[in-house]
């Protein structure tokens, strides 16, 4: 930070973001709301999109990848209705925004990035804040991690034309995954959990997000 101005500046707008983008606009979920509060968006930005860290938009990160919207962020958190014993698999790092706001509310955070130099800059700005003990891996996140599975939640931040199966099979029993699903025009959050080891599927809301590049997906 240049000043304590800025920094009471961006704690502020912090606050602004919780109360009317998530609170007002009907995210529940203390923990999700207090995690946010928490972790500072702002640090996973460029300094010159520090202006715009806490807005309701989507911001880029490099690599045509992008850092999703607060609102968007906080509906997927909230759907995974996650406590604090789960463990979680991200797919897609990005930024790391979302890695530091699972370790606030779990216990194992395992996230994966196809970029190298993206995975690498997450790395850095989470061990800065103090999140050291997420485990940062590079691949094909629609693979998953098949050695850390089954998994109590995934939430995965790229869309897919149809449900990845390798996630799902990584999926515990009651387990629960958040996912963009449809094409680059046209996509919807879906909610699944699994119950007698069979998916069951709840539409959520429409969303725009990068595609998952993989085999299966886009």
Do not use: W
């Not at 707008?13 to 995210?27: D, H, I, N, S």
């Not at 939430?155 to 999926?171: G, H, K, M, T, Y």
């Amino acid at each position: 930070m240049n000043s304590q101005a800025e920094f009471d500046s961006l704690a502020l707008a912090r606050r602004q973001m919780v109360e009317f983008q998530l609170r007002a606009r009907g995210v529940r979920d203390e923990r999700v709301l207090d995690a946010m509060l928490r972790v500072p968006r702002h640090e996973f930005v460029e300094p010159g999109f520090h202006d715009q860290a806490y807005e309701d938009h989507p911001i880029p990160i490099g690599q045509d990848q992008t850092i999703s919207q607060p609102y968007i962020v906080a509906l997927m958190l909230e759907a995974l209705r996650l406590i604090p014993g789960d463990k979680v698999l991200e797919v897609g790092t990005g930024s790391g925004y979302v890695t530091a706001l699972l370790a606030e509310l779990t216990a194992q955070v395992f996230s994966v990035e196809r970029h190298a130099a993206l995975a690498a800059k997450a790395r850095e700005v989470l061990a800065s804040l103090g999140y050291t003990r997420v485990k940062i891996m590079e691949g094909d996140g629609s693979q998953g991690l098949p050695t850390f599975a089954p998994f109590d939640a995934i939430i995965v931040s790229a869309a897919a034309p149809d449900l990845p199966r390798n996630l799902l099979s990584q999926l515990g029993e009651d387990g629960r995954m958040i996912i963009p699903v449809g094409a680059a025009e046209s996509q919807h959050l879906q909610l699944i959990r699994m119950q007698n080891g069979e998916p069951l599927i709840s539409l959520r809301e429409a969303c725009r997000f990068v595609p998952l590049i993989s085999g299966e997906a886009l």
